[in-house]
């Protein structure tokens, strides 16, 4: 045992603004610090017999895939359920499944709709609750992105990030809230009628005011993207939504193109790009053929210019989901706690 207590031991990541400053940089920092043993092929099973369930009740790549790998990669068992292998919500309530997989599972992965299910789960089911994605809040993603952008940047803290799209989604509010709490200058780019709801504004103000960040919501390009470091792009329709017509029309000004990165005004080794993806920057996909036949659209949030530009540090981001969720599982489910977890990986 470690002489300092783990202070995530036991706590459920439902969404970043339960979490200070301190405890998201050190996520962030054990995400290195468990990257760096990867990489350097150090065994690291601190799960060692440990039971995770993964419960989706919406489609994944990236997140379900992380918990997967790293559970293995840490000694656990991980478990996979969709809607299609599991009772809940249909003939089985939130509240009995949480009590029953809480009594055989350590720890639960889910990725639902409505923000107040996970909420539940973590309320009855005694483990650790990690939320891999809901309609309000997609908070696993946020320590993954603040890997990549402390990798390329070294600090967090003064950097300028962009969000382009519906600012009203689980990114953006995650993005503005985990941004301004971290000190990053988040600015939603986004038309008027997708400026994000006031309870999450109003977490915004709160953060930066013991940040020293400032939050930025605008309509304006130029206001949006002028010295930005991070141009951030998401779908401009999220999972459970199906209003294309409508937000193609919405947000077709506000592709994400090489134009904007121009506006943007940066040195070219001072600004890049960052999608949680799925990405559709082409028409190489179902959707995307749809796209193409009905709007005739090629490319929707991102061109696949920039998308294959020297700009683009997704799918760097999209591996660091892999380590992040690896640190959020091993800080919340194990007993370790590194409080030099940055001089160490650094060494
Ligand atoms: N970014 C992300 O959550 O990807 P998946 O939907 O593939 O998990
Ligand atoms: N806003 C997107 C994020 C996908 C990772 C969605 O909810 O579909």
Excluded at 64 to 93: C, I, T, W, Y
Excluded at 159 to 178: E, F, K, P, Q, W
Excluded at 311 to 324: I, L
Aim: hydrophobic share 40%; glycine share 8%; net charge negative.
């Amino acid at each position: 045992m470690n002489e300092i207590k783990n202070p995530f031991q036991g706590r459920s990541l439902l969404a970043m603004k339960d979490f200070t400053a301190d405890e998201i940089n050190y996520l962030v920092d054990f995400g290195e610090h468990l990257k760096y043993m990867k990489k350097h092929g150090i065994p690291h099973h601190y799960l060692e017999g440990k039971n995770i369930a993964l419960l989706f009740e919406k489609t994944s790549t990236r997140t379900r895939s992380s918990f997967v790998v790293a559970s293995h990669d840490l000694g656990a068992s991980a478990e996979f359920m969709s809607p299609a292998d599991m009772q809940l919500g249909n003939k089985e309530s939130i509240e009995d499944t949480a009590i029953v997989l809480g009594n055989f599972f350590d720890g639960i992965e889910y990725r639902g709709f409505a923000q107040a299910d996970v909420e539940e789960l973590a309320d009855k089911a005694g483990v650790p609750v990690w939320n891999g994605l809901s309609d309000k809040w997609h908070p696993t993603q946020m320590i993954a992105d603040f890997m990549t952008i402390k990798e390329k940047f070294g600090h967090l803290k003064g950097i300028d990030l962009t969000y382009v799209g519906d600012g009203r989604n689980n990114m953006a509010n995650s993005l503005l809230v985990a941004g301004s709490i971290v000190g990053i200058n988040v600015r939603l780019l986004t038309p008027k009628s997708l400026f994000p709801a006031d309870d999450v504004v109003e977490l915004a103000k709160k953060a930066c005011e013991k940040s020293g960040a400032k939050f930025t919501i605008t309509d304006d390009l130029e206001e949006g993207v002028k010295g930005t470091n991070v141009i951030y792009g998401d779908v401009w329709v999220s999972m459970g939504e199906n209003n294309w017509a409508d937000r193609i029309k919405l947000l077709k000004p506000y592709q994400i193109n090489m134009d904007m990165f121009k506006l943007a005004g940066m040195p070219d080794d001072e600004i890049i790009f960052m999608d949680c993806l799925p990405a559709f920057h082409d028409t190489n996909t179902k959707y995307g053929k749809e796209m193409k036949e009905k709007y005739g659209l090629d490319e929707m949030e991102v061109t696949d210019e920039v998308f294959r530009s020297k700009y683009a540090w997704q799918f760097e981001e999209a591996e660091n989901r892999m380590h992040s969720i690896k640190a959020i599982m091993a800080a919340t489910l194990g007993d370790l706690f590194i409080p030099t977890v940055h001089a160490d990986y650094e060494k």
